[in-house]
């Protein structure tokens, strides 16, 4: 699959990996990124709820293969570019609700690091919530991993566990020259201990772009609704399972005119 591209000399790409953080902030994250980047801009997402680095998800009725399974990785591969890239790697946690090791997760982070540096882009890693994980209340834990992860057994304190070395794992990735490691801020995070609050994301993403080094800006009349976090829920990516069935679709998916393209894997 290749995708065309008009001045690709003068583009920017954004590389984002991530869970539901991403897929449920992504409309702000495309009004955010073309105020701090330069234009055109295209956007390689590999996201989506539930989402797993490494192993195939399943949300509701949709299934998803690991993000280093995603079809991202050929479409890199096999178009040259000479855009400049940023890349963001989040919601790394997320596979500590699916049972994985730490040693698994950072196994499959520094394969997507390996993968990403052929872009030769800057890479941005964000942590771990901690504050949220150190304070949670048992029947929280237990109801948010019903809801979420319904066939986990998983208990509060052997994720706690889990999350402080992840931690501390990710931030010893980020100790190379092209890695910037951003810390979870406590109060990006609500009731909901996974997932940005709605009012936060614009800053979450204004602050993991600037640490990219991209230009900041007044972020703070960028909206953030219920109806942002849903806009993109029926945006088809490249390859997915509904019902059991596979369905495919050709990118970019998302069209902004002629300086804003995403493409969904």
């Known amino acids: 699959m290749v ?10 790409r954004l590389i984002v990996l991530g869970a539901s953080n991403v897929a449920k902030s992504l409309e702000v994250l495309l009004n955010v990124a073309p105020q701090m980047m330069p234009k055109p801009l295209e956007v390689y ?6 989402r797993s680095y490494g192993a195939s998800s399943k949300f509701l009725f949709r299934g998803l293969p690991g993000i280093l399974e995603s079809e991202l990785w050929p479409v890199l591969e ?9 890349c963001v790697i989040t919601d790394v946690g997320n596979d500590l609700l699916y ?36 304070s949670l209340a048992s ?35 980020a100790s190379d ?20 609050k709605q009012a936060k994301r614009p800053e979450v993403w204004h602050t993991i772009l600037n640490a990219l080094g991209h230009q900041a800006f007044n972020y703070s009349s960028v909206r953030s609704s219920f109806f942002h976090s849903i806009r993109h829920w029926g945006t088809r990516p490249a390859s997915r399972t509904l019902f059991g069935m596979k ?19």
């Open 78 to 86: 096999n178009r040259t570019s000479s855009a400049e890239t940023s």
């Open 247 to 265: 369905q495919t679709k050709a990118q970019p998916s998302i069209h902004r005119g002629e300086h804003l393209t995403v493409a969904l894997y």
């Open 177 to 196: 020259d092209d890695i910037t490691f951003i810390p979870q801020k406590p109060d990006w995070y609500g009731f909901d201990p996974i997932h940005w």
């Open 45 to 50: 997402a590999a996201i989506g709820r539930g």
């Open 99 to 134: 049972d994985q090791s730490v040693d698994q997760i950072i196994d499959w982070v520094q394969q997507c690091i390996i993968r990403l540096r052929q872009t030769e882009g800057r890479i941005a890693i964000t942590g771990i919530p901690l504050s949220c994980v150190r």
């Open 139 to 173: 029947y929280k834990f237990t109801a948010f991993r019903t809801m979420m992860f319904p066939k986990s057994r998983l208990q509060l304190q052997t994720v706690r566990d889990r999350a402080e070395a992840l931690d501390v794992r990710l931030q010893e990735l």
């Open 3 to 12: 995708i065309d591209s008009k001045n690709e000399e003068m583009s920017h």
